[in-house]
C-alpha cells in the first residue's frame, strides 16, 4: 500500500485498484476501482488490506511441465490463471 498527501493510500490488489481516503477520527472513504464503495472503519480496512497483499506475495505459479521456457521456446501457448 502507497501513502500519499492528504491522508490518501493507494494499492492494487487481485486485479482491482483500491485507494482509501482518511477523513480523521478513524474513518475513511473506501474506492474500488475509481468508484466509491463507502465508509468504514479506516485501521480494520488497513490491516485486512495488509493480511491480503502479504498472502497474495506468497502465492506461487507452479507449472505442471518439466520447464515453462522450453515449452515456450517450442511454441507450446501457455495460459497462466490466478
Known amino acids: 500500500m502507497i501513502r500519499m ?3 490518501i493510500y493507494y494499492t492494487w490488489l487481485y486485479g482491482h485498484s483500491l485507494k482509501l481516503v482518511y477523513l480523521g477520527g478513524n474513518k475513511c472513504e473506501l474506492h474500488i476501482n475509481g468508484d466509491f464503495t463507502g465508509i468504514c472503519s479506516f485501521d480494520y480496512t488497513r490491516k485486512k488490506i495488509y493480511e491480503m497483499e502479504r498472502y ?10 518439466h520447464n515453462i521456457f522450453e515449452s ?11
Do not use: C, E, H
Open 5 to 7: 498527501q492528504g491522508g
Open 56 to 65: 497474495s506475495r506468497r502465492k506461487r505459479l507452479n507449472y505442471p511441465g
Open 72 to 82: 515456450a521456446k517450442k511454441g507450446t501457448m501457455i495460459n497462466i490463471i490466478i
